[in-house]
């Protein structure tokens, strides 16, 4: 809108400007002036500025095109889970709206409970980040071996079957992991093979977080494009989600064709 103002305002002056102005000394403003002896062109600062003004539009025209084109090809893009009918909704600050950590968890499985009841929904879940829009940081060490980096999420039983991700071994999550947070592990293939490069993955221990606990690897994920668009990050780890936690939670649901009453 500013800038379809801008335009018009600046026409119209423009214009306005033209109308006042002689044509014949306004043609004669543009002819180069020669001498016999020395040639001469008379550049004015106004023809300057509109130098400086077309060269600033094509940048900006350039820069435009190498955006428009780069968001059409990040749409076509697939980073290897299913986004189609997925809604997201995030519920965050519960401690100012009243509820403490034990309502927290009654509000999530109420959540969960009514979402699963509605017959055009398909699957329900929570977890702490949305993929592509932000992830966990911590640690991960194996046992005698320094600490590395990498990115984390917390999500439910339920998370990878809801946005079409498939455990290339081992198992999901199971409510009963939720009371243990920190005792089991899911990661992802890239992160098996950095670690246990010529290993299987599947039940091995790995240091966690700043405490340093120990979780078992219950399950290895096929990669995703989960923290850039384009790139598989080497250590991403999935942790089960904290029943009790009043921190800020997603909920998923993924719908489907309405449920048989």
Known sequence: MVSIAAGILFSVVGAAHCTKADSHEALQGYVAQWTPNRGKLRV?????????????????????????????????????FDT??????EFADLENAGFDRAHTAALREQLAHRFSALPEVAGVAFADHVPLLGA???TVTEPGKAKER?????????????FGISIVRGRDFT????????????ITESTARHL??????????????????????IGVVQDTYTVVLGKVESLYVYLPLQRVRQSMTFSFARLGKAKRQ
């Open 44 to 80: 004015s600062a106004r023809d300057v500025l509109i130098a400086a003004q077309v060269v600033f539009s094509v940048v900006l025209l350039v820069n435009a095109g190498l955006v428009a084109r780069g968001m059409a090809r990040g749409q076509k893009v697939f980073p290897g």
């Open 84 to 89: 189609g009918q997925v809604i997201d909704i």
């Open 136 to 138: 966990g940081r911590t």
């Open 150 to 162: 990498a990115f984390d999420n917390q999500i439910s039983p339920g998370f990878f079957s809801l």
């Open 175 to 186: 409510p009963a992991d939720a009371a243990r947070p920190a005792s089991v592990v899911i």
């Open 196 to 217: 246990w490069p010529e290993e299987d993955a599947l039940g091995k221990i790995i240091l966690v977080g700043d405490a340093q606990t120990p979780a078992q690897v």
